[in-house]
């Protein structure tokens, strides 16, 4: 790796499968809170790969630590195979956007891309060559000399792309770049970020919160809570396939039901037996079963596998979301068929939209679309919140 010294590196024996990077076993402390708890996490060359979680999960100090802004208190940290903990961040063959891209203000587009190499003392012809690359790989072609100031969300964030892809890095580290644009804007960056990924050939680390954009742009999506790894695999696999219930909840939308697994490919909730497509679960084992909204069908009552009362139509646009209260329980369901509030419908599930998933510490969490209602009712009676809080005071 260029720019480390022998000195500083340790070789490590790898497994035999080619990674840019490795985290192993890496535990992070700030005072006694605990960040990232025996955390291990494999990185392959030209991936695009998108730490996802909620604030405060541990993606960005994962990001750091790659980075070389922050050491951990136990762990390897490796590139290559080698051992990179006593590398300083200068030192490594990566490079970070930052939410607020940091450009400078009084530098127009080409000296912005060119400052990195500048500094290097690279020759003013590969400069001007290097530059040129850049600006073509980020459709930027005739901004050369435009004012930062003078550019849009979306073309500063091109350029600071450029500026730390011009360096030629093996890893491009991305701190919720896109954070700061509007919504549709957004959306077009997602599509062109990973268009760049492509072009450049290098790997993209990119932490995000958000789900839509992490599913639309990942080759691998790696999702975090409480410092920990919950599951890690394709957008398709994360979906389809989520192993606990926070993977299920967070990961869109789900209904996330108390069940039994009778045996394999039948299990039991809401007192109805139900097939489905699972298997290798112990005889009548507890476990949570995850039913997307939008697989399922609203039918007559006589030709529904479970049965339930209509509490809240709320129209989407594409599609109507439809609450329905079935034994308690609030069902969320997706569709472009219409309802009405109190209407008494049954629910038709194919087999192959039940996920039977083991009972994890989120079980009983979450799924359960209650809270709706729960909300508006202190919305609506905020004296009886106010109460509420009164009492707590005096606990």
């Not at 990232?36 to 541990?58: A, H, Q, R, W």
């Not at 790894?229 to 789900?254: H, K, L, R, W």
């Not at 909730?269 to 005889?283: E, I, K, M, S, W």
């Amino acid at each position: 790796m260029d720019g480390i010294n022998s000195s500083d590196v340790v070789k490590v024996q790898g497994n035999g499968e080619k990674n840019v990077v490795e985290l192993r076993n890496i535990t992070v402390k700030f005072d006694n809170d605990v960040i990232l708890d025996n955390f291990s996490l494999s990185i392959k060359d030209k991936e695009f790969v998108t730490l996802l979680g909620p604030s405060g999960c541990g993606k960005t100090t994962t990001l750091r630590l790659i980075a070389g802004f922050l050491q951990p208190d136990a762990g390897e940290i490796l590139f290559d195979g080698i051992d990179v903990k006593r590398v300083p961040a200068h030192k490594r063959p990566v490079n970070t956007i930052f939410q607020r891209y940091a450009l400078f203000p009084n530098y127009n587009v080409y000296d912005n891309i060119a400052f990195g190499l500048k500094v290097e003392g690279v020759p003013k012809a590969e400069i001007a060559q290097r530059v040129a690359e850049m600006i073509e790989l980020v459709n930027l072609k005739g901004f050369e000399k435009r004012p930062i100031q003078k550019l849009s969300g979306g073309q500063q964030q091109r350029v600071a792309i450029a500026r730390a892809a011009i360096k030629r890095p093996k890893v491009l580290l991305l701190d919720e770049p896109l954070a700061a644009l509007d919504l549709k804007l957004r959306k077009d960056m997602q599509g062109e970020l990973k268009a760049m990924q492509r072009r450049l050939g290098i790997t993209f680390v990119f932490v995000t919160h958000d789900q839509e954009e992490a599913l639309s742009m990942s080759d691998t999506i790696v999702v975090m809570d409480n410092g920990k790894i919950q599951q890690t695999g394709t957008p398709e696999d994360i979906y389809n396939e989520p192993q606990n219930a926070f993977v299920a909840d967070f990961i869109g939308e789900s209904n996330i039901i108390d069940g039994i697994m009778l045996r394999d490919r039948l299990v039991k909730f809401h007192n109805r037996t139900l097939d489905c497509v699972d298997a290798g679960f112990a005889p009548n084992e507890p476990v949570d079963v995850v039913i997307r909204p939008e697989d399922v069908d609203i039918v007559h009552p006589d030709k529904g596998l479970v049965c339930g009362t209509v509490t809240s139509v709320t129209f989407k646009g594409v599609h109507y979301e439809i609450i329905i209260d079935v034994d308690g329980f609030k069902w969320m369901v997706q569709t472009t068929d219409e309802s009405k509030v109190g209407d008494f419908v049954g629910l038709s599930i194919e087999p192959d939209a039940i996920h039977i998933m083991k009972k994890s510490e989120y079980s009983g969490t979450m799924g359960d679309y209650s809270y709706f209602s729960d909300e508006m009712e202190e919305i609506s009676n905020p004296d009886v919140v106010l109460g509420e809080a009164e009492d707590e005071k005096t606990d």
